[in-house]
């Protein structure tokens, strides 16, 4: 007869709509302020710069190369070199960012600047709600702003960050044996040794947990 | 005490008409039920929204706005503040002076059908004693905005929204007309008055009603399915469909203007359901006779309500028909058995009431509904169209 089609979907709407008072299951939304879905391991949205240690600025692994500005598809990274030099991670005098910009509402979440970055310095963040009354100045992050720890790195992206941490000591192993080899040859000369590779001031350069 | 409560408003309306100069009175007495009018219906829409919104939402398991206030509840404010708040935007070709007025007569038509409506007892507006045929004929001027509209955006879009609109409603008007003649058969008279005093009897504790009878029921049906095609609802709503021509007739209206049509739309839908429960719902009166303790209009809201809800209920559930569809299903079926259900009305006016009259006028019914559906049923087959000068 004609009508059971309509029949049987008003039944099924009538479940639906009584059912979704009754079982939580039937109801899919997560309502967002209160409740939020668990981020999955390799969520990305928008870069942040790694410091070792506690300093901010001491610890920065980045040396200003620059590499990230000129690959940078939608050009939102904006870079100045310093003039003069501090240690960086293993003790080599380095440049660092005098200024390190990022205009996040530029970004498009490529990941392209931490595929080229030779320093693991800039890395993918997971925080996405970053709302703000001034849309040009509140969206153009600074370096303070994008500075954020190893130990941030670690907890957001555990797998991915320790596998950095372990290239990264490998490195350093690798440059204190040269260190060393070159401090025993020089040994053997009367010239002092080259200073161990322990920077000076608070930053402690193998990051902690490395070593 | 019941019946002080019963008439608490009139009781109100003639205490406010004492202050009145005696001269004055006609004119106050009708402007006191015009703004309790303008109060009541435009609130009901307030509500209606919410609930609608509410209801499409678990019927697709979903919350439905719950921002807005506890649960939501302030929801239709914040909808009213942004509606006031944004531009409006008229196009530059449109003609702007029919293009102003289309939401105006809207909204006016609209406004006009419940002068008729008895929502309590003694409570209507004006006893036209040609009531019913007054509310089809103000329905009708809603054709008229809607043309309007759809003209005077110069929009391809709204044209043939409306377009649309006017093929569908004068189709629907025809069926929806013959489904209140049966009640006019029967009760004798076209004042809507009258028609609720001749269903507020009850036999034991059973209302007469006349959608328990069998023309009653059918009527009540084809009534009910063209009201939903003549304000534009779903299934019924091509004229806006929005997935094809985005929001139809009112596709360039924004801002108040576009709310008006809103409210307007809602509006004639709540004006047809009164107008359903007055033809075949007894009205004002209550279902059972031990409970007529209950006000009048209380009872004349629960019915409105849950017609309305009935209406959210088949929007969530039915998808929207073709245009062939709809054409086919107005004057191949509804209209019809509009016509046959005339011809039972009949029957069961000059047959002695028997359980022989009810198997009569049911298969008289019956037959013709398998049939017809049978039609409806059938697979139509396309031939590829051949262009004679396109090519």
Known sequence: MVGNGILKGLAETARNFFGSYVSKDRLTTIQYPEERIEQIESTRDFPFLVYDGADWHAGMRCVACQICEKECPPKCIYIEKSKDKKPDAVGKPQAYPAVFNIDISVCMSCQICVEVCPFDAIKMDVVFDLPTDDRFGGLLLNKQQLAKSND??????????????????????????????????????????VPKPTPPGPPNPAGGETK | MTLTLDQIFVIAKHWLLGYVPSGARPIASAVISVVAILIVFPLLFAITTLLERKGLGRIQ????PNRAGPWGLFQPVADAV??????????????????????????TAALLAYAVLPVGRNMVLIDLNAGVLFFFAVG????????????????????????????QMISYEVPLVLASVVVIMQSGSLSTVAIVDRQAGYTGIFPHWYVFTPWGIVGFILFMIAATAESNRSPFDLPEGESEIIAGYYIEYSGF????????????????????????LGGWSAPLSFL?????????????LALIGGFIWIRGTLPRLRMDQLMNFAWEFILPMALLNMLV??????????????????????VPWLLLTRNLKRKKRFEIRTYTFAE
């Open chain 1, 152 to 193: 941030y790195y670690h907890q957001i992206h555990p797998t991915e960050a320790a596998a950095v941490d372990s290239a990264l000591a490998e490195e350093r192993a690798k440059a204190d044996a040269k260190a060393k080899a070159a401090a025993e040859a020089k040994a053997s000369a009367p010239a002092p040794g």
């Open chain 2, 61 to 64: 398991n979903r919350y439905g």
């Open chain 2, 82 to 107: 942004k509606s006031l708040t944004k531009e409006d935007i008229v196009p530059v070709t449109a003609d702007h002076a029919v293009h102003f007025l289309a939401p105006l007569v809207l909204v």
């Open chain 2, 140 to 167: 009708s001027v809603v054709e008229l905005s809607v043309f309007m509209a759809g003209w005077s955006s110069r929009s391809k879009y709204s044209l043939l929204g409306a377009m649309r609109a006017i093929a």
């Open chain 2, 257 to 280: 203007k576009f709310a008006l049509f809103f409210l307007g739309e809602y509006l004639g839908m709540f004006a047809t359901s009164g107008m359903a429960i007055t033809l075949f």
């Open chain 2, 292 to 304: 007529t303790f209950i006000p009048s209009y209380v009872w004349f809201f629960l019915k409105l």
């Open chain 2, 345 to 366: 009305a009949g029957v069961w006016r000059y047959m002695p009431p028997s359980i022989l009259r009810w198997l009569v006028c049911a298969a008289i019914v019956a």
